[in-house]
């Protein structure tokens, strides 16, 4: 039978949160050139079985939420990251040097159940 | 509130905030590839960060260092001597961290690109100081000649690759004592081009610009290269 779709808002549900770190909050805009700051997203939000099948979900997940909906000492399928992108920084050091710096995998795109 | 500023310097490799007296001019060729990658990243692209395509090297930490030298001709350029002597300096003490030093291109900026600084033809000829002064200022002594070139018309930008010489200083043990430059204007004693020369010479000891490119590659954020070897 098919399991009832919750009741809960989708705002249980997994999903990205948007999170902006300013760097003049952080008084780091004396020395970053740019960006004027990065997103530091996360993932949040429940999995449950029934989402599973398009919650951006991977085939594991799908199998341990049916697997936590039989027994319930399964943890239920987590909210994680499924697609991030870099940042770079332009800076100035001590030394009066200008600094472009690239970190990948810094801000989260789309978030699933993994 | 009780955000760990230390904790996420250090995840951006970083000792301690920076804290500049004064902001120096972005370097174009750092602000072109920043806007491509920013750009990259808000389409969604998704790109190589470990390969800088607008310099043709692998790399993921490009610093751009000012020169701190001086000029030594401060007199009048002689008529037939070379119309301007600098001594060049770049504080590399930064570029300790661990990683793999891809480029280091010395640029000189002879002035901005006009029709009317076509002419003479000057020759620029590049050396590592070997030897510090030995009265008063550090008058530097000539060592190694590292460049000799000829640029059709004193303007726009002159490359040098120095990848060689970075690489001497980091590793054998050669101390980073600067570079000698110097520039002579070619003039025709004959077609009354001294006047130009002078000129030339003028316009150089005002306009011109050194600055060092220096790319490294950290290997531990950035993977073998995924590229074909062709």
């Not at chain 1, 740019?34 to 997203?41: L, R, S």
């Amino acid at each position: 039978a098919a399991i009832p779709v919750p009741k809960g808002s989708c705002r249980s549900l997994c999903h990205r949160h948007q999170l902006f770190i300013s760097f003049r909050d952080l008084g780091w805009h004396k020395w970053v050139i740019a960006p004027k700051g990065f997103m530091a997203n996360y993932c949040h939000g429940d999995c449950p079985f029934s989402m599973t099948t398009y919650l951006n979900s991977s085939n594991y997940a799908f199998m341990q939420a049916l697997m936590h909906a039989v027994d319930p000492n399964v943890p239920k399928a987590v909210c994680i990251p499924t697609k991030l992108s870099p940042i770079s920084m332009l800076y100035q050091d001590n030394d009066e040097n200008v600094v472009l710096r690239h970190y990948e995998d810094m801000v989260v795109d789309e978030c699933g159940c993994g | 509130s009780r955000f760990q500023e230390y904790d996420l310097l250090q995840f951006l490799d970083l000792e301690r905030a920076p804290s500049p007296h004064r902001f120096q001019p972005v370097p174009p060729v750092l602000r072109k590839i920043f806007q491509a990658r920013e750009a990259a990243a808000a389409g969604g692209a998704s790109q190589d960060l470990c390969y800088v395509k607008e310099l043709g090297v692998r790399g993921n930490l490009l610093r751009l260092f000012p020169d701190h030298g001086f000029f030594l001709n401060t007199q009048e350029p002689s008529r037939d001597g070379p119309c301007l002597q600098k001594f060049l300096y770049f504080n590399l003490s930064a570029v300790k961290e661990k990683g793999k030093l891809t480029m280091a291109r010395l640029t000189l900026d002879l002035g901005p690109r006009s029709y009317y600084h076509l002419r003479p033809e000057v020759v620029v000829s590049l050396f590592v100081v070997e030897e510090r002064g030995v009265w008063g200022r550090p008058h530097p002594k000539p060592g190694r000649m590292l460049a000799l070139q000829s640029v059709p018309g004193p303007q726009g930008p002159v490359h040098f690759n120095l990848q060689g010489v970075l690489k001497d200083w980091n590793g054998s043990g050669r101390k980073n004592l600067g570079l000698y430059l110097e520039i002579l204007a070619k003039g025709d004693r004959y077609s009354g081009v001294n006047v130009q020369v002078e000129n030339t010479c003028d316009r150089l000891m005002r306009s011109l610009h050194a600055s060092l490119l220096v790319v490294t590659l950290n290997p531990e954020h950035c993977h073998p290269s995924s590229r074909k070897r062709r």
